[in-house]
């Protein structure tokens, strides 16, 4: 099996789901597409990282990727979006992406639905657990989609479309490097949410653990489901 995975800067890769995926015999190709493009297919998994620019922005490739993940979505494949992943997913499934009330930065609790708390993959945490956030902008949720967990800044912080495709608008996968990277090169956002690198890092690093179990258990799914 092989997993494809689409970077938009080099500083947001797969993280701890490297790890997952390497346990599993599952290789994965990194593609940086702004830079190299798209690959030619999405493999077996599909996993579409963060970034600090907008799904609305006008470049060219924003709108390739949209249609490619798009298709990948309505061939029921094996789908994984994570921050800008998310809601690269949600505007192609004709949802609304659009700049949330205040960043979101940092350990956040997110609050699972009832459907959440049905979920193969969430239905195993607590119902209010926190996550590691960095972003600015929110999505409504795409139709035929589950809505699986909701934060104060963001009412929907995760989804299902189907059974083999999630959007996450949080952090699994982050690892005490990524935390440094983000802090080092989106350090303006620091500023604007009146947080320290020292209080994101030192807040995150004692859930790290628990994080990367649940992004284990999310690779474990969508491999088997």
Request: aromatic share 6%; glycine share 8%; net charge negative.
């Amino acid at each position: 099996m092989r997993a494809v995975c689409l970077q938009h800067v080099p500083f947001e890769g797969p993280g701890a789901l490297t790890t997952a995926l390497a346990k599993r015999g599952v290789s994965i190709e990194q593609y940086l597409v702004p830079a190299v493009g798209l690959p030619q297919d999405a493999g077996d998994l599909l996993i579409v990282m963060g970034g600090p620019m907008s799904v609305n922005d006008p470049d060219p490739w924003i709108a390739e990727e949209t249609s490619f993940i798009r298709s990948a979505l309505l061939a029921g494949q094996t789908v994984l979006g994570i921050c800008l992943g998310s809601q690269f997913m949600a505007k192609a499934l004709g949802a609304t992406v659009r700049p949330g009330k205040k960043l979101e930065i940092g350990m956040t609790p997110i609050h699972l639905t009832e459907e959440g708390q049905q979920d193969p993959v969430f239905g195993s945490c607590p119902e209010t657990f926190p996550v590691f956030e960095w972003h600015g902008e929110i999505f409504d949720l795409p139709q035929n989609s589950i809505p699986l967990a909701g934060s104060d800044v963001a009412p929907l912080q995760a989804f299902r479309y189907g059974s083999r495709a999630y959007g996450l608008l949080f952090h699994l996968e982050v690892e005490e490097r990524g935390i440094e990277s983000l802090c080092r090169e989106c350090a303006p956002d620091l500023t604007k949410a009146r947080v320290t690198a020292q209080e994101i890092t030192a807040t995150a690093l004692p859930h790290l653990p628990a994080l990367h179990k649940a992004a284990d258990r999310l690779i474990s799914h969508l491999l088997t489901s």
